[in-house]
């Protein structure tokens, strides 16, 4: 059974920094790869962080230079380190591990967190 436990949202003050942790079971972690999305109220989840297997980075550029995304193979655990918070960061942050081998996907998807970013 697959498993992603995200861990680490809650509220923070504009310009606070918040480290989200998503711990995985059930999967062979190293060889997915693995991202970090955000969905507002209202609002289309959205892709915010992804790292490959081979440790490549691409992020949206409402993130850039604030948000890094990193991974331990060693604990089954991505992260994303978020600084420089601001209101419009608010919103429930799912991680995903993603592999596609030809025509074979396989997508899984944590329950999210929730992230408020408020005075």
């Known amino acids: 059974q697959v498993q992603l436990v995200e861990s680490g949202g809650g509220l923070v003050q504009p310009g606070g920094s918040l480290r989200l942790s998503c711990a995985a079971s059930?999967?062979?972690?190293?060889?997915?790869?693995m991202a970090w999305y955000r969905q507002a109220p209202g609002k289309q989840r959205e892709l915010v962080a992804r790292?490959?297997?081979?440790?490549?980075?691409n992020y949206a550029d409402s993130v850039k230079d604030r948000f890094t995304i990193s991974r331990d193979n060693a604990k089954n655990t991505v992260y994303l380190q978020m600084t420089s918070l601001k209101p419009e960061d608010t919103a429930v942050y799912y991680c995903n591990a993603y592999r596609r081998i030809i025509n074979i996907v396989s997508d899984y998807w944590g329950q999210g967190t929730q992230v408020t970013v408020s005075s």
């Open positions: 790292i490959t297997s081979d440790g490549n980075t």
């Open positions: 059930g999967i062979s972690f190293s060889i997915y790869a």
